[in-house]
């Protein structure tokens, strides 16, 4: 009955398109914090937004990294992903709140998961290349223990799917 009734609002819904956009950086000031809206690039989606606020150095990431867990990559841009993980590294912080798991500091954290994703693209593309379907391609394991994450993760079936499609 949820399902119906949410597919019957969306239809009734006026969508109202937004009347403020930003390229790369938007400021506001809410008394004497500024906040900085930052589009570095894409990544985990085609429109990933940081929050940071450069007084107390705290950026909020989203899902673009996760710290020390995989993230789901459905909706990913790898070929953009390595390199708007760099420009966050620019970035003067003390403390990263992810969209889930721990906060943290230490932009090693970072740079594990820029190497993990550099891994995924090559073997993609390797798989690719000897002719493996995705289907085929997404029951193998990745072991994900050398770039600091904890185990032999498997990624989730839709991130398999897509990262043989790079």
Known sequence: MLRITTVVAAKESNATPPH?????KMVLQKGKREIQL???????????????????KIICTGDENEGARLAYM?????????????KLKQIDFKLVLPGHGQPFSDKGVITAFQNYLKDIVIKAS???????SADDAAPDRYDCSRQGFPGNQRP???????????
């Open 126 to 132: 390797q798989l690719r290349k000897s002719g493996i």
């Open 156 to 166: 989730r079936s839709r991130t398999s799917r897509r990262a043989p499609s790079l």
């Open 74 to 86: 459905g909706d990913a841009v790898f070929g953009e992903w390595v390199a708007t993980l760099e």
């Open 20 to 24: 403020v956009t930003y390229d790369s």
């Open 38 to 56: 930052l589009f570095l690039r894409r990544g985990h989606t085609q429109g990933d937004t940081f929050i940071y606020l450069p007084q107390e």
